[in-house]
């Protein structure tokens, strides 16, 4: 038996490994993610009742009503400005592996 081996280009290697790449950034969250019900309140009316309901859903450890509401505390989005609060809320939903939260962190922690 006679073994044939063709040797891979490093152009063949790195469009495989840059497909595989995107390929796998691409794939969609699955239901039980945290980012699945995780909102962008820029684009959702705020209102007291929501606000309020975030802040329970928060306190009782929901990463993402952490996420949405210190991104709210952030921006000043239905609720008054406070970076402290934001952070807070940032970290306690990041240590719950929300990796929105984890990103934002970083963001405003290098920002300082």
């Known amino acids: 038996m006679t073994a ?8 063949s290697l790195a469009i495989v490994v840059t497909t ?3 390929l ?3 794939t969609e969250k699955t239901a039980d993610s945290n980012q699945a019900k995780t909102i962008v309140p820029a684009v959702v009316t705020v209102t007291e009742d929501k606000v309020a309901q ?3 859903e928060a306190q009782a ?3 993402d009503a952490q996420y949405n509401l210190a991104y709210m505390y952030e921006n000043g989005k239905g609720v008054p ?3 402290a609060k934001a952070l807070k809320l940032y970290q306690q939903a990041a240590d719950q592996g929300h990796s ?3 990103n934002n962190l970083d963001v405003m922690s290098s920002s300082k």
């Open 4 to 11: 044939y081996y063709q040797r891979i280009s490093p152009l």
């Open 20 to 22: 595989v790449a995107l």
């Open 24 to 26: 796998t950034a691409c």
């Open 54 to 56: 975030l802040q329970r």
């Open 61 to 63: 450890g929901d990463p």
């Open 81 to 83: 400005k406070n970076e």
């Open 100 to 102: 929105a939260a984890q």
